[in-house]
């Protein structure tokens, strides 16, 4: 049998996986509360930028094996399987604000209660240890007014990067299921089966509350890892002749350690890393525990910021009356995403120095703009960003920016300096120019 999956939430998460699914003959039914993002889906136009994804929501829409639902009870009637992707935001004490999940859970639950058919509800918004087995269990039930063997449940944590989401549906290092009850892991683990074929993923089957943990435990070790680079990185700059890059080339050679994860920049950002590190540290805190190492990356993260404002005084001298050319402003490469960019709070940090700032990005100029206003002039070709400007900061990793080359610095600016945020440079490509770069020793840096 294969079965029809509904997804609740077309976002980041929820879009490229019912495209995904779509396009391996599965029937899928999606649902969003946004009307402007449900008339761009219909339309074919992904709302959001994902590497593949317009191409493969335009080919699923006109196989019609993925279309939009216009109510819940609509999802519940034609799918099975019903994944929720919908946002899990802060609360401002870093607490997770559940109310999505759970107005999805009531609604989908309220449209059980009318079909006779066993079906799977899976959620994959990220929510704290124990929400599924104490909070949605219950809501469920109450709602639905079946008992556990009459309907499943599981939490699923994705583990996809933004950029990377198709990539990462179709070729995940693992799966893992915290299954409420054995019949519902037997059943989305089938679900998996079908979708991977013959090149299944390793799978880890365990309790909800495991696989609650594991997704958050995931994330701050990942951003953990970053931070420990950037506090070496801040070492390097104190050391004539380290390079923070050679550094975690050699660590990353240890195969205990890892290379991936260990590039010193501007730190972590995005939709993720900051919202999880947050709540990770609250779960913490709310059960008596000391999280000091919790506490300390997200110092660190917050101090290259710090770091980076140093490097570029040093390199203009006084920033009053000064233009800087920002170049990037998405969170990372690969996408359109400025939540929680780094880049976006650099450049909050230089305009309290009353300096003119000018920005570029590929993809984010757009979303930018909603957040930082008519407070900076938008640019949209590199030139023009470079034009008159005293200094340029490359913020965000994007592969246009490393065919930058001296003679375009010394051809566009004002005073030709240039400081590499996310090591894309080879110093000694930039001898006639002031350079200074993140985790870069100063003798190095020219100084
Ligand atoms: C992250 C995780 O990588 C995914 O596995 C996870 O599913 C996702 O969060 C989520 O929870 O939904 P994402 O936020 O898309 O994915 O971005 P990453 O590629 O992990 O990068 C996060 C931040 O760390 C970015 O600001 C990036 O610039 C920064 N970073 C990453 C570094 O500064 N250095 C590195 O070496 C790697």
Known sequence: MIYRIGVIGLGYVGLPLACAFASRSFKVIGLDTDLEKIESIKNAETPIYEEGLQELLKKVLED?????????????????????????PSNPDGSVDLKYVKEAVEMLSESLKRVEKYSLLVVRSTIPPGTTSNIIR????ERSGKKLGEYGLCF??????????????????RIIIGAIDEKSGAFLLDVYKKFHGDSMPPI???????????????????????????????????????????????IGMDKRIGREFLNAGLGWGGSCFPKDVKA?????????????LVKSIIKINESQIKNAIKLAEELVGRFKGK??????????????????????RLIDELLKYNVKIKVHDPKALEKAKKILGDRVIYCRTIEECLSNSDLCIVATEWSEYKEIKQEMLKKYMRNPAL???????????????????IGLGYKKAGH
């Open 64 to 88: 019609k094996t993925f279309k939009v639902a216009s109510s819940y009870k609509e999802v519940v009637e034609e799918a099975e399987v019903y994944f929720i992707c919908v946002g899990t």
């Open 138 to 141: 219950s809501i469920v039930e």
């Open 156 to 173: 699923n944590p994705e583990f996809l990067r933004e950029g990377n989401a198709l990539h990462d549906i179709f070729n995940p290092d």
């Open 204 to 250: 880890l089957l365990t309790n909800p509350t495991n696989a609650e943990l594991i997704k958050y435990a995931n994330n701050v070790f990942l951003a953990t890892k970053i931070s420990f680079i950037n506090m070496v990185s801040q070492l390097c700059q104190n050391l004539p002749d380290a390079d923070v890059k050679i550094v975690a080339e050699g």
């Open 280 to 292: 990770f540290l609250r779960f913490g805190e709310e059960m008596g525990l000391d999280f000091g």
């Open 323 to 344: 233009t800087i050319s920002i170049l990037g402003l998405a969170f990372k490469p690969g996408t359109d995403d400025v939540r929680e960019s780094r880049s976006i």
């Open 419 to 437: 400081l590499d945020c996310r090591r894309l440079y080879d110093p000694e490509q930039f001898k006639d120019v002031r350079f200074a770069a």
